[in-house]
């Protein structure tokens, strides 16, 4: 039976309507956040498994021992395996150890997009103008981006599209190194484009150690000793 609570108003008792039900707040409970390995006074446990600042097992230490070890070297007492009993520490630059995973992970999560990029040029556009705008393609393609070329055409030029095919096939020629045709050239308005992609770059092989070539060529250039 629930409880009620009894309020009197001039001798008249009220008693709070059951029906009327206090709305009841839910509060969602956030994981505790990552706050990375326990550090230096933070390990509370002891004995501890410990590593050298050498990679050097030392076995079972008591931890305010292996702290001043740390001290002693300059450097920090982290802990790098808590769920092994005892838990395994490590004499370690923690502050140099924190920077190489920020790196790792700046690393591993920056891909880089693929991108479009154009150079445009005319029907009567010199050699030299076209020299350089091959010169801005080719470091398009190093990059990996795609590069659309565009030959623009205004008023009478429309009659010289010849022409502007000419100036596509040049700097394909020229960018035959660096890329490959992805789309033929086609003509939209007073537009003709065509669209080259990066070439795939082959991994550098190692060079193979050099085995039973005779004698170094300083040897068979020294003059023979008497």
Known sequence: MPLVSLRRYGGVAFVPSASKELPIRHFDRQPPQDRGPRTNEHIRISPIRLIGAKGE???LVPTAQA???AREAGLDLVEVAADERPPVCKILDYGKLRFENSQKNNKGGKVR???LKEIRVRPKTGEHDIDTKVAQARKFLEHNDKVQVTVLFRGREMQYQEEGRKVLNSVLEKLADAGKLERPPTME???MTVLIMPNKRKPKSKP??????GPLASERLSPPVP
Do not use: F, I, R, V
Request: no cysteine; hydrophobic share 30%.
């Open 208 to 213: 193979k150690p050099a085995e039973n070539q």
């Open 189 to 191: 308005g007073k537009k």
């Open 57 to 59: 097992q030392l076995g």
């Open 113 to 115: 997009q693929q991108k």
């Open 67 to 69: 702290l001043a070890m």
